[in-house]
T-cell receptor, first 112, second 110 residues
């Protein structure tokens, strides 16, 4: 069990640029989740995949955000036309069915 | 908006002291989880409680789920510097989505 891996760990970008993050879940896990965490807050749910199907998207996920999990394995989260308010820690988690979530160490995004 | 309210927000104690953090909600949860998060890392699951009134012990940590499944507490006995971290509670209302509290930052001074 190598755990949930996220890349990059840190990303600094200028406002208006596009960014893409990658998450590699634990290999046998069929569920994958994206959460966002800002300073002083707990993680907030963004979206959820079961295998390759995206089954729920939070209202927090504006149309500038898109997530994919094309083969039911790794996932990408893209943010287009970044804004300063997008600065946060983006956490990926995976699970097998209803088992507890295993989180990665996140990608910290700073939009300048 | 956090559905789960955690208190206190910050807690600083001396090594060897006991501490309790609380997690309260007006919603009923099918399960409640406690996580610990260290700076620059993702949350790590400590325990899941599912039955109202349930008490679970994990070494020096004791977790309790309220009878009505709306609240929970975490008690640490004889805290050590290694217990320092952000403690998060999270409630599950369906089988995949967790709602997190804002967390309690615990600092244990040596």
């Amino acid at each position: 069990d190598t755990g949930v891996s996220q890349d990059p760990r840190h990303k600094i970008t200028k406002r208006g640029q596009n960014v893409t993050f990658r998450c590699d879940p634990i290999s046998e896990h069929n569920r994958l989740y994206w959460y966002r965490q800002t300073l002083g807050q707990g993680p907030e749910f963004l979206t959820y995949f079961q295998n390759e199907a995206q089954l729920e998207k939070s209202r927090l996920l504006s149309d500038r955000f898109s997530a994919e999990r094309p083969k039911g394995s790794f996932s990408t989260l893209e943010i287009q036309r970044t804004e300063q308010g997008d600065s946060a820690m983006y956490l990926c988690a995976s699970s097998y069915a209803v088992s507890p979530l295993h989180f990665g160490n996140g990608t910290r995004l700073t939009v300048t | 908006t956090q559905l789960l309210e955690q208190s206190p927000q910050f807690l600083s104690i001396q090594e060897g002291e006991n501490l309790t953090v609380y997690c309260n909600s007006s919603s009923v949860f099918s399960s409640l989880q406690w996580y610990r998060q260290e700076p620059g890392e993702g949350p790590v699951l400590l325990v899941t409680v599912v039955t109202g009134g349930e008490v679970k012990k994990l070494k020096r940590l004791t977790f309790q789920f309220g009878d009505a499944r709306k609240d929970s507490s975490l008690h640490i006995t004889a805290a050590q510097p290694g217990d320092t971290g952000l403690y998060l509670c999270a409630g599950g209302s369906n089988d995949y989505k967790l709602s997190f509290g804002a967390g309690t930052t615990v600092t244990v001074r040596a």
